[in-house]
């Protein structure tokens, strides 16, 4: 059984820095996407980052690109999201996906491609 824990909700000051972390148990996932996801209130969930677990093949939204950075460590079976120069628009809940079926580049910024995601954790940025 697949299960991808996230931790490092925080509550930080605009242009600080936070790092998110998802810890993926139940199988090997060597083959797979992971990927971070965000909702704010009243909106729908956006794509944040992935990164192909072989190779290390980054991704990201043009909203996060040169602020956030993706990463994995194989050791230990964890992705991390390291956000700097935050903004009150990052404020959402941060979920961490994992996808076994995903190809393309567009397949990898849906939501519907991914297989398991973890319980959401809170990203507060205040101004």
């Known amino acids: 059984q697949v299960q991808l824990v996230e931790s490092g909700r925080g509550l930080v000051q605009a242009g600080g820095s936070l790092r998110l972390s998802c810890a993926a148990s139940g199988r090997t996932f060597s083959t797979y996407v992971m990927g971070w996801f965000r909702q704010a209130p009243g909106k729908e969930r956006e794509f944040v980052a992935a990164i192909r677990w072989s190779g290390g093949r980054t991704y990201y939204a043009d909203s996060v690109r040169g602020r956030f950075s993706i990463s994995r460590d194989n050791a230990k079976n964890t992705v991390y999201l390291q956000m700097n120069i935050l903004k009150p628009e990052d404020t959402a809940v941060y979920y961490c996906?994992?996808?076994?079926?995903?190809?393309?580049?567009?397949?990898?910024?849906?939501?519907?491609?991914?297989?398991?995601w973890g319980q959401g954790t809170q990203v507060t940025v205040s101004s």
């Open positions: 996906a994992a996808g076994y079926r995903i190809i393309t580049t567009d397949q990898i910024m849906d939501r519907r491609g991914y297989d398991y």
